[in-house]
């Protein structure tokens, strides 16, 4: 049987009187403690906001530069072929 894992934190927030009242129903409807109900709300929300925020969202023509760009890239400067030159001395003789 899977534990529930300890508790070792706490958040206090002080609400309208409304807010509490639909969040106890809605806690209610999952047949969930008010603090476990809005525990699970704030962490999915965060999740989601965190996810959202290393999507990188580009327009159509930023996405067809991109995929050019990755298709056919520029050809390397001196100074980046002298440092891809040091930069597989040090990585071959190095197991």
């Keep these: 049987m899977p534990r529930e894992p300890t508790r070792t934190a706490r958040l206090e927030a002080r609400i309208a009187p409304d807010v509490l009242t639909v969040l106890k129903r809605a806690a209610e409807l999952q047949g969930r403690s008010v603090s476990d109900f809005v525990v699970a709300a704030a ?12 999507i990188i969202r580009l327009s159509v023509e930023d996405q067809r530069r991109f995929a050019e760009s990755i ?10 072929e002298r440092a891809v030159a040091r930069y597989r001395s040090l990585t071959e003789s190095n197991p």
């Excluded at 962490?43 to 290393?54: P, V």
């Excluded at 298709?71 to 980046?80: A, G, I, R």
């Design 43 to 54: 962490q999915e929300i965060a999740h989601r906001t965190i996810e959202e925020a290393s």
């Design 71 to 80: 298709l056919n890239p520029e050809p390397l400067t001196p100074s980046m």
